[in-house]
DNA sequence: GCCAACGTTGGC
DNA sequence: GCCAACGTTGGC
């Protein structure tokens, strides 16, 4: 799924009693803790996925001050980066997902940080979420502003026939929309897209 | 269109 | 708290 702007595609979930809207942050002992700390004035890198056809680099470029709101993410994991791991001047790579071929097309930055997505408390919204409420948001967006569209694209397949991105995290859990890229794997897919 | 991976839900 | 059923992502 997009993680971003899809048009209408399923119904809200539905649910029943107001939970409370899960804070804790396990993921901090977990697989990703090294994404949550930094050294002072430290760069981190990222990766957001978006179906070329719901909302595409282009469409990034195209938008006022080339720059948009990352909505409507709804997975816990992606969520926590967005509200917790991505800050101001961290670089994204922007992924063509479900494309022919699925590729790394496009860098953008963080302009703001983690705030909370309002279209979880819009009903009319497909990804209204009921649990989360302006008190206690579940959800949370970053905004983001294009930087430079990459020389070439840089494919899926060709990222996963480099050995040295066999860790990437992109290759490693296959759907999570936002993942984590080190500043080397950051560095080999610039060099790849500078090639030929 | 199929299905692997995996998160979420809900019965018990 | 376990776990089966179900839903979603996204590659193939």
């Known amino acids: 799924m997009p993680a971003k702007k899809l048009a209408a595609k399923k119904a809200a979930p539905k649910k ?44 990034l470029v195209a938008a006022p001050k080339h720059t948009t709101c990352w909505d409507s993410v709804r997975n816990t994991g992606a ?9 101001k001047g961290d670089l994204c790579f922007y992924y063509h997902s479900n494309a022919e071929p ?17 279209t979880a408390f819009d009903k009319s919204h497909p990804y209204y979420d009921a649990d989360s409420v302006p008190d206690t948001p579940t ?5 983001v502003r294009a930087v430079s569209k990459l020389k070439r694209g840089v494919t899926l397949p060709e990222l996963k026939a480099r050995i040295d991105l066999a860790n990437m995290a992109l290759l490693k859990v296959g759907r999570l929309s936002i993942v984590p890229v080190t500043e080397a794997e950051w560095d080999i897919v610039l060099a790849m897209s500078e090639e030929h």
């Open 16 to 59: 029943t009693a107001a939970k409370k809207a899960p804070q804790s942050k396990p993921y901090e002992q977990g697989a990703w803790a090294r994404v949550y700390t930094r050294a002072a004035g430290e760069r981190r890198y990222w990766l957001l996925k978006s179906e070329a056809d719901v909302f595409s680099y282009d469409d």
């Open 79 to 87: 969520r926590n980066f967005l509200r917790d791991g991505m800050k």
């Open 102 to 118: 699925s590729a790394i097309v496009g860098i953008c930055e963080v302009v703001k940080e983690g705030y909370p997505d309002d």
């Open 139 to 143: 959800w949370f967006m970053v905004d």
